[in-house]
Nanobody
Framework: QLQLVESGGGLVQPGGSLRLSCAAS????????IGWFRQAPGKEREGVSC????????RYADSVKGRFTISRDNAKNTVYLQMNSLKPEDTAVYYC????????????????????WGQGTQVTVSS
């Protein structure tokens, strides 16, 4: 069974850091582009960042540029989202998602392009 499992969320003070992990089981991530999305209460799901299967191409939402970094370790079958300088407006449930592609440079920002989703991990930024 193909599964994505997020971890690393929690409560952090403004200005703090967290690293989210997205681990795959039941399949290898080598041919999958990965995206991180988030959804705050009462708001629509929004794209945060995405990375190509090769890791050579990434994209970030304007709201997180310069603060968040996406990376992947295909040997560990895991994708990471390093979040620094966190703000209260970053509070949300964070989801990772994957879709299979043979184009190693391809990324996608539309959540409808993704086939597999994790269950989400809560990130709360508050003093």
């Amino acid at each position: 069974q193909l599964q994505l499992v997020e971890s690393g969320g929690g409560l952090v003070q403004p200005g703090g850091s967290l690293r989210l992990s997205c681990a795959a089981s039941g399949f290898t991530l080598d041919y999958y582009a990965i995206g991180w999305f988030r959804q705050a209460p009462g708001k629509e799901r929004e794209g945060v960042s995405c990375i190509s299967s090769s890791g050579g191409r990434t994209r970030y939402a304007d709201s997180v540029k310069g603060r968040f970094t996406i990376s992947r370790d295909n040997a560990k079958n895991t994708v990471y989202l390093q979040m620094n300088s966190l703000k209260p407006e970053d509070t949300a449930v964070y989801y990772c998602a994957a879709y299979r592609t043979l184009r190693s440079w391809e990324v996608a920002t539309d959540p409808y392009d993704y086939d597999y989703w994790g269950q989400g991990t809560q990130v709360t930024v508050s003093s």
